[in-house]
Structures are given as structure tokens and as C-alpha cells.
């Protein structure tokens, strides 16, 4: 049956290392925000149990960022691992989270520290694609861990981790890489903030538009003016040349004449 521990023991560890994918829960405080499960892959390379009480995972870049945009706001975090192939069970660690980006000294020194078998890890071109892909690193100090029966879980055979994230990843260098998370990585779905860095560029890239669009705006609108006097000038010629004199002639031309001073007067 089920049992409660307040820090990772030796059951769990082992637990832990047999396992080829984990799964994390992450929440927004609002009550109508969405609550996210991601399913992570790749563990041995992307899951380090630093202590007791702390571990660290390494975030993958993809197209969604709940979990990072969660965690920010609140730090709450689950984690839950099942035994598939072996004998049932589920293992689940409460913790309170923190992000470190990719381009932070902490993150930094959690790659070398925690992540050596994902460093090792090579693509077609001889670098990491873990390394190179990874857009953070969450630590989460945990308070609380916790076994299940797990009898209700099918029993499944591994067969091999997918290849598909390290080729994508190892096919990108760093500014398509920073591309990506800008257009994908600013926020989460509730419009919490998320990557600093993505959201930083993404501001900039909205900015640098607002500016562009701004000028084609006063351009259009001098264009505008500039098309609107010529054609008003050439109806006043008209008018004055075809028209019959009298009274009609100088209402027209009055008319037309402030008309042309007023647009004048506004490109000024």
C-alpha cells in the first residue's frame, strides 16, 4: 500500500532510475487558468537528483511552456514516475520550483554539475543536441514523496527512446533556436509570462513593428494629402473653366479654395 516519506530514500531512487519517462503537474493560481500535465521523456539524460530534497530536470525547447510559465508564478510542482515493466507502483514528489534559463550562470553550472550524460550526448554535427536545445533548467526542492499501489497501470515493454527531439534539435543552430522560443516560448496559455528572454524579444520584435507600422502610417497619410489637394486643385480648374459666371462660379470656387488651404493647413 501506499507510504509517505519527507525526502527521497533509497526505494525511491531506484524507482527513479529505472524509469524512461516522468511525468510533471503544474497549475496557475487563477481558478479558471489551465492546468498542465507534460509528459518528459529521455530521463536518464534529463532528470538529476541532487539531494535528499532537491532535484532538477532539463527543459527541452518545444512548442509549449506551461510548465515554465507555472512555476514562475507560483513554484508548485509534481512529479509522478510509474513502473511499467517492473512491479507495480507509482511514485509521486511534491516540490516548490525555481526556473533557471538557458544563458544564466545557474544554468550553467547545473549542466556541468547534474547534466553530464545529456552534455555527452552527441548529434550529426558532434555537439549535444540536449545541451543545445535546452532552454532551462527547473529545480524544485521537494517536501514531500509519496508510493501507490500502481495496480491499476498497464504493463508495457520498453522498446527504445524516440530519436525525433535530438534530430530536431541537433538540425537548429542557436538563432533559429532563439527564433522558436520567441515565437512559442513568451507566454503560456493564460498570458503568463514565461521565457524572460523569448518575451524580451518578442517585445522588441512588436516594438520594432509598431515603429514600422507607425511611419507607413504618417507616410500614407502625407500621401493621402498630397493626392487629395492635387485633385481638388484640378476640380477647382475645372470649375473655373467650364463653369458658368455668375453667383455659382464663386460659391464653387470659394468652396473648393478653403478646401485646399484646410488640407494645407493640417500637413502642417
Known sequence: MGQHWQAINPFARKLISKQHLFFIATAPLSSD?????????????????????????????????????????????????????????????????????????????????????????????GKSSFAAGARSIIVADIHHVASACGYGVPLLEFKSDRDSWVSWAGSKDESAMQQYRMEKNATSLDGLAALPAAVKAANGAANGSGKSAAGGAAAVGRSGASSCSCMMVGLLQKVVGEAAAGPLLWLSVGLLAGGVLGVHAARH
Do not use: Y
Open 33 to 125: 487558468g489551465h492546468v498542465n500535465l507534460s509528459p518528459k521523456g529521455h530521463a536518464a539524460e534529463t532528470f538529476a537528483i541532487i539531494n535528499d530534497n532537491r532535484v532538477a530536470f532539463l527543459d527541452l525547447t518545444g512548442s509549449g511552456v506551461e510548465t515554465i510559465a507555472h512555476v514562475r508564478e507560483n513554484g508548485r510542482i509534481t512529479f509522478m514516475f510509474c513502473n511499467f515493466e517492473d512491479s507495480p507502483c507509482i511514485l509521486r514528489l511534491w516540490g516548490k520550483a525555481t526556473v533557471h534559463e538557458r544563458g544564466t550562470s545557474q544554468f550553467d553550472s547545473l549542466m556541468a554539475s547534474s547534466f553530464q550524460a545529456a552534455a555527452a550526448t552527441p548529434s550529426g554535427d
